[in-house]
């Protein structure tokens, strides 16, 4: 599920990449949260640096098995990694959650 043909996608979006069992039962989801297109552009590293932090503290405020937000290599969105939150309804929720809330702010957290 890793790999995926960039000339077939149309950023933003958001979708399940990968799933990883643990021992215990619990399920490592790494999300996509794609932001531009591959490829084509990239977000400022200053403005993807910014988003990388707030974007995880704020979904750890409100959903704290969202517990990683990381900058893709190019440029040009997240991958966020949850426990057990396999559920695209329940990850689109919680990143609305969080940028709704990062919308109110009047600075970087």
């Given at each position: 599920m890793a790999d995926l043909d960039h000339t077939t996608v149309q950023a933003p979006y958001l979708r399940l990449t990968d799933?990883?069992?643990?021992?215990?039962?619990?399920?490592?989801?790494?999300?996509?949260?794609?932001?531009?297109?591959?490829?084509?552009?990239?977000?400022?590293?200053?403005?993807?640096?910014?988003?990388?932090?707030?974007?995880?503290?704020?979904?750890?405020?409100?959903h704290p098995r969202a517990f990683l937000a990381a900058p893709m290599g190019c440029g040009t969105g997240l991958y966020i990694t949850a426990i057990n939150i396999t559920s695209y309804d329940e990850m689109e929720t919680n990143v609305v959650d969080a940028l709704t809330w990062l919308g109110t702010q009047k600075s970087v957290p």
């Open positions: 799933t990883h069992p643990t021992p215990n039962g619990d399920v490592i989801a790494l999300w996509d949260f794609r932001l531009t297109q591959p490829n084509q552009t990239r977000v400022d590293p200053h403005i993807m640096h910014s988003t990388e932090h707030a974007l995880i503290y704020a979904l750890r405020l409100f």
